[in-house]
Each structure stands twice: as structure tokens, then as C-alpha cells.
């Protein structure tokens, strides 16, 4: 039986994952420290396949049983989160990735790590390729992440190097669905809540800034196709969905699903917010034979369902 180490095994991306990877019969370790998820998430995981670690992978750890596979969802991943605790971001997003490798070197496992598009900062280039370099503003009240973020694929690209560890960058563009934090802050959950609850949705900015929207159900698919390929391929690779809305788009389509009362208030952008973001997937397409399924007319459906329920519990 496949062993498998889930840093940030608690958050949003990492339940699913958990989830996932139980109903295959693997056998999961969990790793988090619940600094941003939440216990709630893995309330209903009764499996003695599943193990949960409390702990923060900014300090060194150990496994007592050999693992296969590691994947890296451990890190705040809103602009809410990381800036409210800069520096834990970037001990998390550094410190964590070596103690991780580290684990990987000991056991052989393959390594994925959840880089992001954040790396791209706010692009001069549309949509942005791998080889696209970004423009990021390192002083900035993102850099704690985008920066942190770029300097975690230099720590991997070098363990794969200098370790021969069988390491995978993906680069995650807007991801939602089930299991995110209803207090993220991000802007699906965020919309989806307000329009729930009657209240007013917020837009940060002229709501014409642009945003592609994966469901995690397909991002899961993709990490699976990535991990299957050769050795030699570190990445990186783009993950989203390259169908592009803006922020005004969503927040109507919310309201109309929902059939809410709420109406749009418009609030200043917060500085370094990026105008655009669309991956380029031409390589996933390629490479893995990949790209998403799920609309978001779908996806908001399914994620919907999940809020209501989430509400209508406490």
C-alpha cells in the first residue's frame, strides 16, 4: 500500500486531496498545524489508513514508517492569512520546503510542491507561460508569499540536483470548491458566503480586473498526472483554467445562482493586486493530457451546495 505525506493535509486543497487519496485506499499521513485550516475539515475521516500529525513544518519532524509520495499544500494562501503573519509565511514557504526534502532525501519519496501564479506578479505578459519570469514587486504587502513562493522552486530545483530527489513544481492558478475556510477571504468563498447571508458583495477595485477559476476536483486530477510522469520532469507547470472572467462577471453569476438579494459595493484595490491572471495550460495539455472539465457554472453549483450546507449547520 502506497504511503502518502500531506503537509497542509487539513487546509482546502489538502482535504480534498486526503479524501481522494483514502477512497483509492492509500494510506495518508497528515500533516498541520491548523494555523490557517481548520480541525472541522477532517471531523468525518474515521480510517485506519489516516494519520494526523499536529505540527509546523518550519521545525524539523520525522515519520516512523517509510513514504512514497509527499505533497506541499502547507502555507497560508490568501492575501488575508500571509499578511497578517509575513514572516510565518516565509519560514513556512522556506524553512518548510528544506524539512520536507529533507524527509524526501531520507525515505526516496517524490516530492510535489504547490508553487503558484502568484510567482508572475502583477505580468506584462497575457496569459503567462512557464518561461515567463514575472514582475513581482519583492517589497511589496505580497512579497511575504509571491517571494517565498519563487524562492521555494529554487530550494526544490536544487534538491533534485544536488539530492537526485524526484521533485514537481506546479504552479496553481485560482482554485476553489469545497472545504475552503468560509472566513478566507478569497473570492469565490467571499461572494458565495455574502450572497448566502443577504449581504452585500464586496469588489475590490472596478470589478473589471480578470480571474480564471479551476475547480479543485480538476487540480486533483492534474496532481495525479504529474506525479506519474518520469523522474527527469521537475516542472514547472501551469494548473488553472484558462477560461477568463472578470471580478464583476463572478459576483453576478453568485448573485444570480443564489438568487440573493445582495447587492455590489466597490472598495479601493489593495496595492499589488493583479490586474490580470490566465495561465497559459499549453504544456499541461502537452505533457500531461490534461485540462479542466468542470465549468465554473459547475463548479459554483457544487460549491454552493457545500456553503449552504456549511451555513446551515452552526
Known sequence: ???????????????????????????????????????RNLKKISSENFKLIEHDITKPFDIDEGI????????????????????????TNVHGVFNLLDLAVKYDAEFLQSSTSEIYGEPLEHPQKESYWGNVNPNGIRSSYDESKRCAESICLNYYNEYGVN??????????????DPSDGRVVTNFIIQALKGEDLTIYGEGTQTRSFCHVDDLLDAFIKVMATETEFTGPINLGNPIEFTISDLANKVIEKIDSKSKIIYLPLPQDDPSKRKPDISFAREKLKWQPKITLDEGLDNTISYYDNLINSF
Open 167 to 180: 521533485v514537481k513544481i506546479c504552479r496553481i492558478f485560482n482554485t476553489y470548491g469545497p472545504y475552503m
Open 1 to 39: 500500500m502506497k504511503t502518502i505525506l500531506i503537509a497542509g493535509g487539513a487546509g482546502f486543497i489538502g482535504t480534498n486531496l486526503c479524501k481522494r487519496f483514502l477512497n483509492e485506499g492509500y494510506k495518508i499521513i497528515c500533516v498541520d498545524n491548523f494555523h490557517t485550516s481548520n480541525k
Open 68 to 91: 512514497d509520495e509527499i505533497y506541499n499544500l502547507a502555507s497560508p494562501a490568501s492575501p488575508r492569512h500571509y499578511q497578517s503573519n509575513p514572516l510565518q509565511t516565509i519560514k
